[in-house]
């Protein structure tokens, strides 16, 4: 059976050491000391490895089941379901006006690692709630906020995000969904949704669907789409149910991974649901959300790197096979550990170097986005909005990978279920695609963000870094191993923006053939940027005396590697861009 470890220590590190946190100006940061961070991950960490974790295989073999049009969750997750709620785990960044604890963003972001690194399936249901209420406390009414959120934050209710339909995912202004006026000020929604993720559970006494819909008459294709909020009981004025409302769960998905979450077909029948903000601004209210929910699906592709590198560890220091060529590590036994072995040092290293590295870049995410909003912070907005979509599809790619690359670490024990390796590639997978496919990502990357600002805001990012590399440069320790090679990493996706202003101007398909290559080369340079800067943060923390040596050189090594044996692929990654589209496009469609 795996096993998992919260690496509260790791995580204190980033928050501490790299970010320096409490000594942000960002509001609420004041209080994120260490004592004060490591009590609440402490907490955390209890009930992610003792209550979600040791569902996650029951999750994985159970599934859910749809009975009499109700879903029952796996044994297990209704009781987890209520521990959390009692933590006050649902609502930790909430508003205290709606019952939650004010806490940063940041801080929710850590706790979530914890609960999705242990159950992802489980923590999907935490999540979409989360992103269902944090849309409402932007874009509701007074009403719609005082009736929906305190009862999301408290666990009482779930929340659901309906956009997908049969025809279409990626291409939303196809959707048929409609929503007519009615005389009460509601509207009667009636249309398919497909694929939503805890659609219909048990877990609690009712369910806040946000659902995206045409009004009749307004504009065509993504301009004409509005958000309504459809609860499946009615709400009383007093805040009672009342009666059932007209959507129903017409089928459960079978799927490759995270078992435990219903993947649902949603049926709207003329139900009674009320706009979210303004008719035909639906996109818009979407979008306000869309860098806190793929931040949080950045961290699941991490997340699941994160606990199959821990058992792929656990089992590369007990396996013996085979002797260290350079002399005998274990003349007791009957052969080495694996570990021993260059090429399974190497597949480790790579795990433990792509999920550290993704921790740091997805906590420096959560920062920028607490200061767009608690400071309103221009530029961390628009820093934000760059990097998402390299978060989202490059840490999920990672991730997969990484699961994958633990997998191999225990050879045949890998496939097996016993060892429960194949559950995190499995459960991995759905993050490349959900939230927007990591393709649509990189269109979203190089069509959106790239030009936004003029260009201002990639400019700021190539700042940064030129920044720290000059402000460090007679930092010996640095040097080679760090400041070189990130200066050439950041020199060769400087030249592949170059190529996209020039030659995407003369053809498109010259820039959006080179799109997913883009995404990978600048998340190659964000998370050098970030071994850089922790390679920095525990040479200080060793000069200013700490005790854990072996801790704080471990993260130097590690990061050295990085820079040594992934940072170079952004080399490739370029080549591949300054092919242009020739080499994509030429070949006829009906060849193929
Ligand atoms: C387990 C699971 C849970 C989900 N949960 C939810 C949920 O809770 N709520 C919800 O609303 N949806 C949910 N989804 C739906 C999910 O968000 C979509 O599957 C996803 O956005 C992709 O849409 P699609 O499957 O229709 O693919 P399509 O849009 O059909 O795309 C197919 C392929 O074509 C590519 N493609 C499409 N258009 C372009 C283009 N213009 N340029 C280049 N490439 C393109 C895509 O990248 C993709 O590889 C879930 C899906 C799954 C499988």
Same mark, same amino acid.
């Given at each position: 059976?795996?096993?998992?470890?919260?690496?509260?220590?790791?995580?204190?590190?980033?928050?501490?050491?790299?970010?320096?946190?409490?000594?942000?100006?960002?509001?609420?940061?004041?209080?994120? %000391?260490?004592?004060?961070?490591?009590?609440?991950?402490?907490? &955390?960490?209890?009930?992610?490895?003792?209550?979600?974790?040791?569902?996650?295989?029951?999750?994985?073999?159970?599934?859910?089941?749809?009975?009499?049009?109700?879903?029952?969750?796996?044994?297990?997750?209704?009781?987890?379901?209520?521990?959390?709620?009692?933590?006050?785990?649902?609502?930790?960044?909430?508003?205290?006006?709606?019952?939650?604890?004010?806490?940063?963003?940041?801080? !929710?972001?850590?706790?979530?690692?914890?609960?999705?690194?242990?159950?992802?399936?489980?923590?999907?249901?935490?999540?979409?709630?989360?992103?269902?209420?944090?849309?409402?406390?932007?874009?509701?009414?007074?009403?719609?906020?005082?009736?929906? @959120?305190?009862?999301?934050?408290?666990?009482?209710?779930?929340?659901?995000?309906?956009?997908?339909?049969?025809?279409?995912?990626?291409?939303?202004?196809?959707?048929?969904?409609?929503?007519?006026?009615?005389?009460?000020?509601?509207?009667?929604?009636?249309?398919?949704?497909?694929?939503?993720?805890?659609?219909?559970?048990?877990?609690? %006494?009712?369910?806040?669907?946000? #659902?995206?819909?045409?009004?009749?008459?307004?504009?065509?294709?993504?301009?004409?789409?509005?958000?309504?909020?459809?609860?499946?009981? $009615?709400? !009383?004025?007093?805040?009672? @149910?009342?009666?059932?409302?007209?959507?129903?769960?017409?089928?459960?998905?079978?799927?490759?991974?995270?078992?435990?979450?219903?993947?649902?077909?949603?049926?709207?029948?003329?139900?009674?649901?009320?706009?979210?903000?303004?008719?035909?601004?639906?996109?818009?209210?979407?979008?306000?959300?869309?860098?806190?929910?793929? @931040?949080?699906?950045?961290?699941?592709?991490?997340?699941?790197?994160?606990? =199959?590198?821990?058992?792929?560890?656990?089992?590369?220091?007990?396996?013996? *096979?085979?002797?260290?060529?350079?002399?005998?590590? !274990?003349?007791?036994?009957?052969?080495?550990?694996?570990?021993?072995?260059?090429?399974?040092?190497?597949?480790?290293?790579?795990?433990?170097? $792509?999920?550290?590295?993704?921790?740091?870049?997805?906590?420096?995410?959560?920062?920028?986005?607490?200061?767009?909003?608690?400071?309103?912070?221009?530029?961390?907005?628009?820093?934000?909005?760059?990097?998402?979509?390299?978060?989202?599809?490059?840490?999920?790619?990672?991730?997969?990978?990484?699961? #994958?690359?633990?997998?191999?670490?225990?050879?045949?024990?890998?496939?097996?279920?016993?060892?429960?390796?194949?559950?995190?590639?499995?459960?991995?997978?759905?993050?490349?695609?959900?939230?927007?496919?990591?393709?649509?990502?990189?269109?979203? @990357?190089?069509?959106?963000?790239?030009?936004? !600002?003029?260009?201002?805001?990639?400019?700021?990012?190539?700042?940064?870094?030129?920044?720290?590399?000059?402000?460090?440069?007679?930092?010996? =320790? $640095?040097?080679?191993?760090?400041?070189?090679?990130?200066?050439?990493?950041?020199?060769?996706? *400087?030249?592949?923006?170059?190529?996209?202003?020039?030659?995407?101007?003369?053809?498109?398909?010259? &820039?959006?053939?080179?799109?997913?290559?883009?995404?990978?080369?600048?998340?190659?340079?964000?998370?050098?940027? +970030?071994?850089? *800067?922790?390679?920095?943060?525990?040479?200080?923390?060793?000069?200013?005396?700490?005790?854990?040596?072996?801790?704080?050189?471990?993260?130097?090594?590690?990061?050295?590697?990085?820079?040594?044996?992934?940072?170079? +692929?952004?080399?490739?990654?370029?080549?591949?861009?300054?092919?242009?589209?020739?080499? #994509?496009?030429? $070949?006829?469609?009906?060849?193929?």
């Amino acid at each position: 059976m795996p096993t998992y470890t919260p690496p509260v220590k790791d995580i204190q590190f980033v928050l501490h050491d790299l970010l320096k946190v409490s000594e942000s100006k960002t509001p609420g940061y004041d209080e994120l %000391d260490r004592d004060f961070t490591n009590a609440v991950l402490e907490e &955390a960490g209890k009930i992610a490895a003792n209550v979600l974790q040791p569902l996650n295989t029951v999750g994985d073999e159970q599934g859910c089941k749809l009975e009499n049009g109700v879903v029952r969750t796996p044994e297990g997750f209704q009781d987890a379901w209520k521990q959390m709620a009692e933590g006050g785990w649902m609502g930790l960044d909430a508003s205290p006006d709606y019952g939650g604890q004010g806490m940063p963003h940041l801080l !929710n972001t850590a706790t979530g690692e914890l609960f999705s690194t242990a159950n992802m399936a489980f923590q999907m249901y935490v999540g979409l709630s989360h992103g269902a209420a944090s849309a409402l406390a932007v874009h509701g009414s007074d009403q719609q906020k005082e009736t929906y @959120l305190p009862k999301i934050y408290s666990g009482e209710w779930t929340g659901t995000m309906n956009l997908t339909e049969p025809h279409c995912g990626t291409d939303l202004g196809l959707i048929r969904t409609k929503a007519e006026p009615q005389d009460d000020g509601s509207y009667a929604i009636t249309g398919q949704k497909i694929w939503i993720s805890g659609g219909e559970n048990d877990l609690a %006494d009712n369910i806040v669907h946000l #659902v995206l819909a045409k009004i009749p008459g307004g504009p065509d294709g993504i301009k004409g789409i509005s958000l309504f909020v459809v609860p499946k009981f $009615l709400v !009383n004025e007093d805040g009672s @149910l009342g009666d059932r409302n007209a959507v129903t769960c017409g089928g459960l998905e079978e799927k490759m991974g995270i078992h435990g979450n219903a993947t649902c077909v949603m049926n709207y029948d003329g139900a009674k649901g009320w706009l979210v903000g303004t008719e035909h601004k639906g996109m818009r209210a979407m979008f306000t959300m869309m860098n806190e929910a793929r @931040l949080s699906v950045a961290l699941q592709g991490y997340t699941q790197g994160e606990v =199959a590198y821990q058992n792929a560890l656990g089992f590369a220091r007990d396996r013996l *096979q085979g002797r260290d060529v350079t002399g005998v590590k !274990n003349p007791d036994g009957p052969a080495d550990p694996i570990i021993v072995h260059p090429d399974v040092r190497r597949n480790l290293l790579d795990q433990k170097s $792509l999920v550290e590295g993704g921790r740091a870049l997805v906590y420096w995410g959560a920062t920028l986005i607490d200061a767009s909003h608690r400071a309103n912070d221009e530029d961390a907005e628009a820093m934000i909005s760059l990097l998402i979509p390299v978060m989202k599809g490059f840490l999920t790619d990672k991730g997969f990978e990484t699961t #994958v690359l633990a997998q191999q670490t225990l050879g045949g024990s890998g496939f097996t279920r016993e060892w429960g390796l194949e559950q995190f590639v499995r459960d991995a997978r759905i993050a490349m695609i959900y939230e927007g496919t990591n393709g649509i990502q990189s269109l979203d @990357l190089i069509g959106r963000k790239l030009p936004q !600002n003029g260009g201002k805001t990639m400019m700021a990012f190539f700042e940064l870094v030129k920044g720290f590399i000059k402000e460090n440069e007679g930092n010996e =320790a $640095l040097k080679t191993g760090f400041l070189d090679p990130l200066k050439a990493a950041s020199k060769d996706l *400087q030249a592949a923006a170059m190529y996209f202003m020039q030659e995407g101007m003369k053809n498109p398909n010259n &820039a959006l053939s080179g799109s997913y290559d883009f995404m990978h080369l600048f998340g190659h340079v964000a998370l050098g940027f +970030m071994w850089a *800067q922790m390679a920095k943060a525990a040479q200080d923390a060793l000069d200013a005396g700490a005790s854990d040596t072996d801790f704080y050189q471990s993260k130097i090594e590690t990061g050295r590697y990085y820079m040594a044996r992934q940072l170079p +692929m952004t080399g490739t990654h370029l080549a591949r861009i300054q092919s242009g589209a020739e080499p #994509v496009m030429t $070949l006829d469609a009906a060849n193929f």
